[in-house]
């Protein structure tokens, strides 16, 4: 397992760049038996970081890169996500005597640090902090709550079931690149949802008006 450790006697007011790497095995460890839907790590976790001190205020900003295979919400095919998100955090000494729950408790004596729940600010206690528990919290907090494959996907049809962005039966997709997903099934409502579908079914009756 790694460990990702900053020494805060080292940090100064010129920030200090850090680079950190995350294999899919150590976030699979760390989520693999909470998580329902699993979620398949495709390129290692990158963390780009920068700390400094103030004083006894710790500063760390920095990014998350990653890509997984997540599954979408509408239409149930397992797709590539790309990660990419930020964080900022600021940590300031426990001190001695201050009363923190029993999970921040367990936090300092384990990492050095007691991340609150919103991961923007924490204390420190000691040497060094293991941000192992940051970086997997930030990455869970990176991940979509409703993933989707594309923003414009159709789903699954609620009638038939039939996958409505026209997957082929083997699994291909079969949408041709520039144009509109072809109709994948001809269930009722749909026609009626689409108002171009509704001016479509109107236009025989006026045709044959206009025929007389
Ligand atoms: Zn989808
Ligand atoms: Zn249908």
């Known amino acids: 397992m790694p460990e990702f450790q900053i020494q805060i006697e080292r940090l100064t007011d010129e920030p200090d760049r850090f680079e950190f790497a995350a294999s899919g095995h150590w976030w699979v460890e760390r989520e693999g038996t909470t998580q329902d839907k699993p979620c398949v790590v495709e390129a290692p976790f990158l963390f780009d970081m920068v700390a400094s001190r103030c004083r006894d205020e710790v500063l760390i900003e920095g990014d998350i ?19 990419h998100d930020t964080y900022r955090l600021v940590l300031t000494p426990a001190k001695d005597h ?30 060094v902090i293991r941000l192992d528990d940051f ?30 962005n026209g997957v082929g039966r083997n699994g291909t997709d079969v949408r041709e690149k520039g144009q509109g997903p072809a109709a994948a099934c001809d269930c009722e409502d749909e026609r009626i949802e689409s108002p ?13 008006e206009e025929g007389e």
């Open 135 to 164: 970086l997997g919290e930030a990455i869970a907090l990176a991940m979509p709550i409703q993933p989707l494959c594309d923003e414009a996907c159709l789903g699954i049809c609620p009638h038939c079931g039939v996958d409505r």
């Open 65 to 83: 890169k990653g890509r997984v295979g997540l599954e979408c919400s509408r239409c149930a095919r397992r797709y590539p996500h790309v990660l």
């Open 98 to 127: 201050e009363s923190t729950d029993p999970e921040g408790e367990r936090g300092l004596a384990q990492n050095g640090v007691c991340l609150g729940e919103d991961l923007e600010a924490g204390l420190y206690r000691g040497p």
């Open 196 to 208: 171009f579908a509704v001016l479509a079914s109107l236009k025989p009756e006026l045709g044959s």
